[in-house]
């Protein structure tokens, strides 16, 4: 009997212990107009504030190194490498001038000391997409459960062309061809 509360309070405690971890969430930011322009760019009529319909496609991934891997050449491009997806969200701004305000992206416990980075896409849908923008140097997943804020701009940067193609050379012609389309 007493090997069986023991058993009973280790159980407890590994689910209590499980129950406290949490997964770090990570909200990229811009309080100016920098990231807009360079969207408008790609497209001079992105909406501020963006309406829902709207949005371009985020997609965020994880590496465990700091080197950003290209995509795959197959519709929908995959990542490469180490590189690993972990979810999407949409580009929006607003309210404000150029204000870039994406949802947290949750990073699991597990995941916790890689690297993360973002790819805004040119379109509302991956099949839509011709280019693509990432950081230059993906951020450091912190050991620190809970919220993290960051501005990509300052600290991370974009590469200079910043719109990239968004399949490798020689795989554009699996695709239609790029009807800028933004709902409104």
Known sequence: MKNAKLLLVFILLIIAAG????PVQIKFQDPTNATLLLVR????????????????LVKAYLTTDTVIDPLTSTIPPEPTGDDTFVM???LNFGPGPGALTLNFINVPEADIGKYLYLRFFNATTIENA???MSFTVPFLVPDSPGNQILEPIANHGWPDPVWQPGLPA????LRPPYRAHLAG
């Open 170 to 173: 020689g795989a554009a012609d």
């Open 88 to 90: 999407d969200t949409q």
């Open 130 to 132: 011709t280019h693509h």
């Open 41 to 56: 760019q790609m497209e001079p009529t992105y909406p501020n504030p963006t309406p829902p319909a709207s949005r371009w």
């Open 19 to 22: 129950l406290i971890a949490q």
